[in-house]
């Protein structure tokens, strides 16, 4: 009884935050730096009750340190979710220059895109 009131409490107050289909309450939500595979799921059983998309909910990383040690990226195949990356161009430890492909905002984000999305691939 204890655990099920804990959701409960849990899905108002995501509900608050996040909204649901009918009143939506922000685009999207971000997960902290250390959630795991049980926070993963239940993030995305917690969307689907909302009527909103699981792909609105970011498993955060902060690739500045310590997010690429989390031992939970194999749940990321598992989930439909989207993944938040955190961190400086210059020091995310994925790709060093974004500017390779030029240095417009597009050009920068597009580059560091594929590289993130080729590093993923890795795991």
């Given at each position: 009884?204890?655990?099920?009131?804990?959701?409960?409490?849990?899905?108002?107050?995501?509900?608050?935050?996040?909204?649901?289909?009918?009143?939506?309450?922000?685009?999207?939500?971000?997960?902290?730096?250390?959630?795991?595979?049980?926070?993963?799921?239940?993030?995305?059983?917690?969307?689907?009750?909302?009527?909103?998309?699981s792909?609105?909910?970011?498993?955060?990383?902060?690739?500045?340190?310590?997010?690429?040690?989390?031992?939970?990226?194999?749940?990321?195949?598992?989930?439909?979710?989207?993944?938040?990356?955190?961190?400086?161009?210059?020091?995310?430890?994925i790709?060093?220059?974004?500017?390779?492909?030029?240095?417009?905002?597009?050009?920068?984000q597009?580059?560091?895109?594929?590289e993130?999305?080729?590093?993923?691939?890795?795991?």
């Open positions: 009884m204890v655990i099920f009131t804990l959701i409960m409490v849990w899905v108002i107050i995501i509900k608050k935050i996040f909204g649901d289909k009918d009143n939506i309450a922000s685009d999207m939500l971000f997960a902290n730096y250390n959630w795991n595979t049980d926070d993963l799921s239940q993030s995305v059983n917690t969307a689907n009750r909302l009527g909103r998309s792909f609105d909910y970011y498993a955060g990383f902060d690739i500045q340190g310590r997010a690429l040690r989390n031992l939970h990226w194999s749940a990321l195949q598992n989930n439909d979710i989207s993944i938040g990356f955190w961190g400086a161009h210059s020091q995310s430890l790709h060093q220059s974004a500017t390779d492909n030029g240095t417009s905002d597009i050009a920068i597009k580059t560091y895109l594929e993130a999305g080729a590093y993923l691939q890795r795991w």
